[in-house]
């Protein structure tokens, strides 16, 4: 049923060329749509082949946000197989005057997350199962190894160009617009887990992120993510800098231990107990 809806999308595609260039702008607009979808899918598929091929990942990772007025950058290191399940990083969060230095680890089962705040004295630690972090969308909702089966999920790519990054990278930059079915299911799987409250908040962090721009390299490896509010402005950012897969990493990266003496907060169960419900 896929390749027929495909190719009955290629047959169109000559007519869909020629309605682009229409003086009727609802045609034009909707004509120019369609064929976006054209050309970002077999970009998209070809993402997915290489995906399959890639079982590790290794990169310098940079995060930015911009909301509410505060803007937070995080820079780390980033070492895991491609599933997700497995990962070690190390990273530095900046926001306002503080500098918070995180490592987070995952052993397949358990995402440890040990931060060094200044001016405390313990350093904190929590604890996830990977499960409730799939209800929250993932570790910062990305898996960059398996980044685009989750695009398609919660974006429509109507728009493709080609650019140039900054290191002179050739890249294709697929802009979609957001799903609004994936967002409502993903709103409801972290209602399930944390109650209304946190799915509010998700609604409304949703509601500034309705456009993005993904740079995807011409090797079809996700390099960028700009994800933009309705007025075009970047409110939310993922690069990712010296790329290496399919490396062998030493197993012992993944196990944690807490530090001794210090107190583990056990996410998991304080979701449970509804503290994250109020």
Do not use: C
């Amino acid at each position: 049923a896929e390749a027929q809806l495909r190719q009955a999308g290629e047959d169109a595609r000559p007519a869909l060329e020629l309605s682009v260039q229409s003086k009727d702008p609802e045609v034009k607009t909707r004509a120019a749509r369609l064929l976006g979808i054209l050309k970002s899918e077999p970009i998209l598929k070809k993402m997915e082949a290489a995906e399959r091929e890639t079982s590790t990942i290794e990169a310098d990772m940079t995060m930015k946000m911009s909301m509410m007025g505060m803007q937070t950058e995080n820079k780390g290191h980033l070492r895991g197989d491609s599933d997700g399940k497995r990962s070690a990083m190390e990273m530095t969060t900046k926001t306002r005057d503080l500098e918070i230095k995180i490592k987070m680890v995952s052993d397949g089962k358990t995402m440890w997350t040990e931060s060094d705040v200044p001016g405390q004295e313990e350093k904190i630690v929590q604890k996830f199962s990977l499960d409730s972090i799939d209800n929250f969308g993932g570790v910062y909702g990305q898996n960059p190894a398996q980044m685009s089966k989750k695009m398609r999920e919660q974006y429509t790519f109507t728009d493709v160009k080609e650019e140039k990054l900054p290191d002179n990278t050739e890249v294709y930059v697929l802009e979609g617009t957001q799903n609004a079915a994936a967002l409502e299911k993903q709103v409801e799987d972290v209602e399930k887990v944390a109650g209304a409250a946190a799915g509010a908040m998700v609604r409304a962090q949703a509601a500034t992120m309705k456009r993005v721009k993904y740079y995807v390299s011409k090797e079809y490896q996700a390099r960028k993510v700009e994800v933009l509010d309705e007025g075009g402005q970047v409110v939310m950012s993922m690069e990712l800098t010296n790329i290496k897969l399919n490396q062998k990493f030493d197993p012992e990266i993944f196990k944690y231990t807490p530090p001794q003496g210090v107190k583990v907060m056990d996410m998991d169960e304080i979701m449970k107990k509804g503290i994250l419900h109020e």
